[in-house]
C-alpha cells in the first residue's frame, strides 16, 4: 500500500484498523517532506521531532480514537499561532517570534487526533495571490515549478498537491484557500465568516478572514471542518451553529439542487480553457440531477475595489501592532523611539505588504475616510444583497477560481493592480461572508490544473460539500498528482528570483528538523 | 476688558470591574508590572477582544444616572496611534456611536444652581503605565493597566469657574460612587480629567482659541490649574499675543502649566469601525431592568432621611458623602439604632477614625451590627459613653465581639450605687480641700472630685449617679 | 484622484515607514493607479445604503466579569526584543 495515495480519511481508517501506525504516516511523510519540500520551499518549520513524539503518544489511543482523523498527519499556514514552534507569517519583523499561546484551531485540530507536521509557507501576512512575498522566498507549483502555486496560503496547497501531508489548514482573507487550491489541483473551502474561531489566526483583514481546509477532495475536507467549526468564545465575531456533521451528510446526492452560473463570471477577461472547463463541470453535476442555470450578477466590477479598500484599510491598522516593542525583530539600529519605530517596520514589512499598509493608511486618513471606506462598506452592502437575490433564485453559484492558469514566477509583483484583479471571482465571497470551495475540474493545454468554484449561503457549507463530493465521484481530476521528478526539477529553478531581492542579504532561513523549542 | 473662562470637561473614569474590558485579566491595582496580562491586552498576534458584560452594564448605568439618552444600537471604533502604551497601536473606543449622549449633571456652588450638559459617555479600554528609568535612560512599559475598562464623560464648555468644574467633579464621583461602578479615586488614578479651556470678552458669544491640560492629579489640581490657565490666557491676549491650540501639561509642584512636546503635523486617528466587535443593540427591557436596579442616589437620600428621620441637612451630607457611609447608617437604622444617634456616631466617631488612618469608608473593617451593639450597651447604661468610645477605637481596625471585648477588659458601667457611694467617700476623705473649696462656691472643684471616683472605678461608672451621690455627700 | 509625494510622505508618517525618494514616486504611481481603480465605486449609487461593517446581524457579544490566571510574565516578556525580566523597555517616551 503507497501511503501517500491515501485520503485523510482513509489513512485515517487505516490507523484506526491497525494496518498502518500513527509513526509510519508521520514518518513517510517527513521522508516525502525530507526530500521534496526544499524544492517546493512549501514549509517554513519542520517540526519532525515533535510530530514523531506525538504519533508515539496518539499510538497509544488509537483504539479510542473516535475521530475520523484521528492520527493523520497535516500542516499548518504559518500564520496559525502555535505555542512553543515559531510563528512567521512569512514576515522577517516576526523574527524568531515563538507564541506563549496557541490558535483556537489548534487546540481543536489536537483534539481531533491531528499531528502537525510543521508550518507551511505564504505571502507575506497572506498578502498576495502567488507566494511570492514571503521573506522565506516563493513557494513552486508541483505541477510546474516554474510557476506559482497561488496565494497566499501557496505552501498549504503545494503541500497538499505533493503528498506532504494529507492535508492543510490554511486561512482565506480574499481567496487564499481556493485560488492556491485551484492552482495546485487539490480541494480547498473557505467557510462561513465566523464559524471558524480567529483567535490565533494573525489577522490580516479581520471582517475577512477566516481559517479552512486544504484537502485532496471533498470528503476530507468535510472532516477536517467538522474538526475546525464551533462556537469560540474568544472571537466575538463567531456564530452559534450545528458544527461536526457535514461529514455524515456527504450523499453525493445533488438532484434538485439549483446550482447558479452568474453571468458576468463568463465574460472578458476569463481564460477560454478555463471557461470551457467550469461549464463542463456543471454538465457533469447537471447529469447527476442538479438543475444549472444562469442568472445576472450585476456587481462584479465592484468587488475589487471594495475588498481591496476594506481589507488594506484592515490591514494597517492590524499590522500596526508590529513595531519592536512587545515581540518580533527590533531594527539593529536607531535614535529615539519614533526612529525605533520607523526602523524596525521599515526594515522588517515587504514591499507588498507596505503598500497595502500606505493603501490602508490613506483610505482611512481624514479627508479620505468617506469617499473610500465608507463608500466600500456601503458597496459591501451592495454586493451581500446582489448574493442575496441570487440565492433567492438558485442553492448554489458556479463559477472559475481564477480567470486563468497560474502564471510564471516572477511575473507578478511588478503589477499589483493586475494581481489583485486576478482575485475577482474569490473575493466577493469574503465579503458577503459566504462559504466558498474550490475543487479540480480540469487541466489545460499545458498540463495545470484548473480549478471551478462553488458558493453557498451562509452556513452551506453542507450543500457546497456534497456538490463537488458529487462531482468528485464522476471525475478523478481531484485524483491526478504531479510527477515526483517535477517536484525535484523544481530544485533547478532558482529559489530566489531576482524581482524577490528586494532586502539583499536579508533573506529568512527556513528551518528544518526539530522546529522551535520543544 | 472683563473676561469670561469657557471650560469643558473630559472626564476618564475606571471602572470597577473585576477584569479587564476585553480579557478576563484581573483589574487589581498595585502589583508587579506585566503580571496581569495576556496575550489579548499585551496585543499579541492573532488575539481577539471579547467585552465585559459588566463594562455594558455600567456605562449605561452611569449613562442613565447622569441622565442621558442612551444609543441602541452603538459600537466600537478603533482610534489608531503609536505609542508604547498602547500595545496593539490602536485604542478600541466609541467614536461614532458612543453608548450614551446629551446628559446633565446639576451642580450646585456659592454662586447658586446649575446645568452642566454632558455631551457624551463612551466605553473605551486603559493604556499602560511608562516609567522612565534615569539609570538607564530608558523607558519601562508595564501592561497592566492596559485594557482596563473607561468609561469617559465629555461635558458641553458649560462652566465658567473653577467650582463649578469642582462642583461637577464632586457631583460626578458622588453619583458613579454610589451607582457602585466606580471607586473614583484620582490618588490611584480611577478618576482623571482633563481640562478644555478659553477665554473670550464677557458677553461675546464666540468660543476663543482653547488648550486642553492634562495630568491633573487631583480636585484642588483642577482649581489651580484653571486659575493659572484662564490668566495665563488673559494676560496672552492682554500682551498682543495670541492662544495656540495646543495640549499643556499641568506640573503641580511649580503651580503651573506646560506645552507639551508633540509632533507639529496633526494627529489623524483613522477612526474605523473596529471589525472584531459586533455591534450592541439594547433592548427596551434591558434598560428598564437596569432602570429599576438603579440605587438611591445621594441627593435622594439626604431628601429622605431629612424627611423620614429628621435629622438636620448637616448631618445628612455627611452621611451620604459617601456611600459606604450612607449603607452603614442605613444599616444602624435597620438593626434598632436611633437614627440621630446613628448619625452622631458616624460624623464623629467613625468619620474621625477614617480619616486619622487616612482610609476610604468602603475599606473599613467595622461592621454596622459591632457599632449597633456599642451603641445599644450605651442606651441601656451598661457602658458610659467614654467608655463605649474606648471600645470603639478597639474595636474599629478589625471589628470584634463588643460584648466579650467588654467582659474581657471588665468595662461594664458600675451602676451598683453602693459601690458608687463607697468610692465617692473614700475621694472625699482623701480630698478634703476639695470637699471644702466646692462648699466655698468653687464648682471648678466638683469636676475635680467626679474626675477622681471615675478614675477610681476605672472609667466604668454611670456618671450621673457618681454626679448625684457625689452632691448628696457633698450636701451632708 | 490625484496622489502627490506629499501625500504619499503623509501617508507613511501615519504608517511610521520611511520611503526613499524614488519610493515615494513609485507609490504615488501605483497607488494612483489603484485608486483610479478604486474610484468605479462612484459609478455605484449608494445613497441610502447602511455601511456595512459586519456583515451577520451577531450582536452583544459579551463575557462575563470573571477573573481567569494571566499569562506567565517570563513567557510573555520572552517574546520581546528588550527587556529588564519584569518590563519592556524602549527609549525614552516620557517628558
Known amino acids: 500500500m503507497e501511503l501517500m495515495e491515501l485520503t485523510a480519511l482513509e489513512l485515517g481508517t487505516a490507523i484506526k484498523k491497525g494496518r498502518v501506525s500513527v509513526k509510519e504516516a508521520a514518518q513517510a511523510a517527513l521522508d516525502r517532506i525530507a526530500a521534496q519540500s526544499s524544492a517546493l520551499n512549501a514549509f517554513i518549520t519542520v517540526t519532525g521531532e515533535r510530530a514523531l513524539d506525538r504519533a508515539d503518544k496518539l499510538q497509544a489511543g488509537v483504539k479510542d480514537a473516535e475521530s475520523p482523523l484521528y492520527g493523520v498527519p497535516m500542516a499548518l499556514k504559518d500564520n496559525i499561532c502555535t505555542r512553543g514552534v515559531r510563528t512567521t507569517c512569512a514576515s522577517k519583523i516576526l523574527g524568531e517570534f515563538t507564541p506563549p499561546y496557541s ?32 521573506c522565506f522566498g516563493p513557494v513552486k507549483n508541483p505541477w510546474d515549478p516554474e510557476r506559482v502555486p497561488g496565494g497566499s496560503s501557496g505552501g498549504a496547497a503545494a503541500a497538499v498537491a505533493a503528498g506532504l501531508g494529507w492535508y492543510a489548514v490554511g486561512s482565506d482573507t480574499g481567496g487564499s484557500i481556493r485560488q492556491p487550491a485551484a492552482f495546485c489541483g487539490v480541494t480547498g473551502i473557505k467557510p462561513t465568516y465566523g464559524t471558524v474561531s480567529r483567535y490565533g489566526l494573525i489577522a490580516y483583514a479581520s471582517s475577512f478572514d477566516q481559517i479552512g481546509p486544504i484537502c485532496r477532495d471533498a470528503a476530507d475536507c468535510a472532516a477536517v471542518l467538522d474538526a475546525l467549526q464551533g462556537k469560540d468564545p474568544r472571537d466575538g465575531t463567531s456564530l452559534e451553529g450545528q458544527y461536526g456533521r457535514l461529514l455524515d451528510r456527504l450523499t453525493g446526492d445533488v438532484r434538485g439542487l439549483k446550482i447558479g452560473l452568474p453571468a458576468d463570471c463568463y465574460g472578458d477577461g476569463l481564460d477560454p480553457e478555463v471557461r470551457a472547463a467550469v461549464l463542463a463541470a456543471a454538465d457533469t453535476l447537471k447529469s447527476r440531477g442538479a438543475q444549472v442555470t444562469e442568472l445576472p450578477f450585476p456587481v462584479m466590477e465592484y468587488v475589487v475595489p471594495a475588498y481591496y479598500i476594506i481589507a488594506a484599510a484592515q490591514a494597517s491598522s492590524n499590522l500596526s501592532r508590529f513595531d519592536g516593542v512587545k515581540y518580533g525583530r527590533r531594527a539593529d539600529e536607531y535614535g529615539g523611539l519614533d526612529d525605533l519605530y520607523r526602523k524596525t517596520r521599515t526594515q522588517g514589512f515587504g514591499p507588498e505588504v507596505k503598500r497595502r499598509i500606505l493603501l490602508g493608511t490613506f483610505v482611512l486618513s481624514a479627508g479620505y475616510y468617506d469617499a473610500y471606506y465608507i463608500k466600500a462598506l456601503q458597496a459591501r452592502a451592495v454586493i451581500k444583497s446582489g448574493f442575496d437575490r441570487a440565492f433567492e433564485q438558485c442553492d448554489l453559484l458556479l463559477t472559475p477560481t481564477a480567470p486563468a ?6 511575473t507578478s509583483l511588478d503589477n499589483p493592480l493586475q494581481m489583485y484583479l486576478g482575485d475577482v471571482y474569490t473575493v466577493s465571497v469574503n465579503l458577503a461572508g459566504l462559504p466558498g470551495l474550490s475543487m479540480p475540474c480540469g487541466f ?9 468554484q462553488l458558493i453557498g449561503p451562509h452556513f452551506g457549507e453542507e450543500m457546497l460539500l456534497n456538490a463537488a463530493h458529487a462531482f468528485q465521484l464522476d471525475t478523478d481530476f481531484h485524483r491526478q498528482r504531479p510527477k515526483d521528478s517535477i517536484c525535484r526539477d523544481a530544485q533547478r529553478v532558482p529559489a530566489r528570483l531576482e524581482t524577490l531581492d528586494h532586502r539583499p542579504g536579508a533573506q529568512c532561513a527556513p528551518q528544518r528538523e526539530g522546529g522551535g523549542p520543544a | 476688558m472683563t473676561w469670561e473662562t469657557v471650560i469643558g470637561l473630559e472626564t476618564h473614569v475606571e471602572l470597577a470591574t473585576r477584569t479587564k474590558i476585553f480579557c478576563s485579566c484581573t483589574t487589581e491595582f498595585g502589583s508587579p508590572p506585566n503580571t496581569h496580562c495576556c496575550p489579548v491586552c499585551t496585543g499579541m498576534p492573532g488575539a481577539l477582544p471579547v467585552l465585559n458584560r459588566r463594562v455594558l452594564e455600567f456605562a449605561v448605568k452611569a449613562g442613565l444616572a447622569l441622565n442621558c439618552s442612551i444609543t441602541r444600537h452603538s459600537g466600537f471604533d478603533r482610534k489608531n496611534y503609536f505609542y508604547p502604551d498602547l500595545p496593539k ?3 478600541i473606543s466609541q467614536l461614532y456611536l458612543p453608548i450614551a449622549r446629551n446628559g446633565r449633571v446639576d451642580v450646585r456652588t456659592q454662586a447658586g444652581d446649575k446645568t452642566i450638559r454632558i455631551h457624551e459617555l463612551h466605553m473605551e479600554e486603559d493604556a499602560g503605565k511608562l516609567a522612565h528609568d534615569p539609570a538607564t535612560g530608558l523607558t519601562r512599559v508595564d501592561c497592566n493597566r492596559c485594557g482596563v475598562p473607561l468609561i469617559e464623560i465629555v461635558t458641553q464648555p458649560d462652566f465658567r469657574t473653577a467650582e463649578e468644574v469642582t462642583a461637577y467633579l464632586e ?20 478618576l482623571r480629567c482633563d ?22 492629579g487631583s480636585f484642588r489640581a483642577v482649581a489651580r490649574a484653571i486659575k493659572y490657565e484662564a490668566a495665563r490666557q488673559i494676560q496672552l491676549i492682554e500682551g498682543g499675543g495670541r492662544v495656540v491650540q495646543e495640549t499643556r501639561r499641568w506640573d503641580e509642584d511649580r503651580n503651573a502649566s506646560l506645552p507639551m512636546r508633540v509632533k507639529e503635523n496633526a494627529q489623524d486617528y483613522r477612526y474605523f469601525p473596529e471589525p472584531d466587535i459586533p455591534p450592541i443593540r439594547l433592548s427596551e427591557e434591558y434598560l428598564d431592568a437596569l432602570r429599576a436596579a438603579q440605587p438611591e442616589l445621594a441627593q435622594a437620600k439626604r431628601a429622605r432621611y431629612q424627611r423620614e428621620y429628621g435629622l438636620p441637612e448637616y448631618d445628612c451630607r455627611m452621611i451620604t458623602s459617601h456611600r459606604a457611609l450612607a449603607r452603614f447608617f442605613e444599616a444602624l437604622v435597620e438593626l434598632g439604632v436611633p437614627p440621630k444617634q446613628g448619625a452622631n456616631w458616624i460624623m464623629g466617631e467613625v468619620l474621625g477614625a477614617l480619616s486619622q488612618r487616612a482610609m476610604e469608608p468602603g475599606d473599613m473593617k467595622l461592621t454596622p451590627p459591632t457599632l449597633a451593639r456599642l451603641i445599644a450597651l450605651v442606651g441601656e447604661g451598661r457602658l458610659n459613653r467614654n467608655t463605649a468610645v474606648k471600645v470603639f477605637e478597639a474595636v474599629f481596625d478589625r ?27 473614700e475621694v472625699l476623705a482623701v480630698n478634703p480641700r476639695s470637699a471644702a473649696d466646692y462648699r466655698s462656691g468653687k464648682e471648678k472643684a466638683f469636676g475635680f472630685l467626679v474626675g477622681q471616683v471615675m478614675r ?21 | 484622484m490625484n496622489i502627490t509625494p506629499e501625500l504619499v510622505e503623509r501617508i507613511a508618517d501615519l504608517s511610521r515607514l520611511e520611503l526613499g525618494q524614488e519610493e515615494v514616486l513609485e507609490t504615488a504611481a501605483q497607488l494612483e493607479q489603484i485608486a483610479a481603480c478604486m474610484d468605479i465605486l462612484n459609478r455605484l449609487d449608494t445613497r441610502g445604503i447602511q455601511p456595512m461593517s459586519h456583515v451577520f446581524p451577531v450582536e452583544n457579544v459579551l463575557r462575563e466579569d470573571t477573573v481567569l490566571p494571566s499569562q506567565d510574565r517570563a513567557e510573555l516578556l520572552a517574546c520581546a526584543p528588550a527587556s529588564d525580566g519584569e518590563t519592556f523597555l524602549v527609549p525614552r517616551a516620557v517628558e
Open chain 1, 103 to 134: 490558535a483556537a484551531v489548534v487546540d481543536k485540530l489536537a483534539g481531533a487526533g491531528a499531528i502537525s507536521l510543521g508550518k507551511l509557507n505564504m505571502d507575506e501576512f497572506a498578502m498576495g495571490s502567488t507566494s511570492e512575498t514571503s
Open chain 1, 405 to 410: 492558469a497560474p502564471p510564471r514566477l516572477g
Open chain 1, 444 to 452: 489545460d493545454s499545458q498540463g495545470l490544473p484548473i480549478g471551478a
Open chain 2, 89 to 91: 497601536a490602536y485604542q
Open chain 2, 171 to 190: 457631583a460626578l464621583k458622588e453619583t458613579l460612587q454610589y451607582l457602585g461602578v466606580s471607586d473614583c479615586k484620582m490618588q490611584e488614578g480611577s
Open chain 2, 195 to 216: 481640562v478644555n479651556l478659553s477665554v473670550r470678552p464677557a458677553g461675546s458669544g464666540e468660543l476663543g482659541t482653547r488648550t486642553e491640560m492634562k495630568n491633573l
Open chain 2, 399 to 425: 471589628d470584634g465581639d463588643v460584648d466579650a471585648y467588654v467582659r474581657a477588659h471588665g468595662l461594664e458601667q458600675v451602676n451598683d450605687d453602693a459601690l458608687v457611694r463607697e468610692a465617692c467617700a
Open chain 2, 456 to 476: 477610681e472605678l476605672k472609667g466604668r461608672a454611670n456618671p450621673q449617679r457618681v454626679n448625684a451621690i457625689l452632691k448628696e455627700l457633698l450636701m451632708q
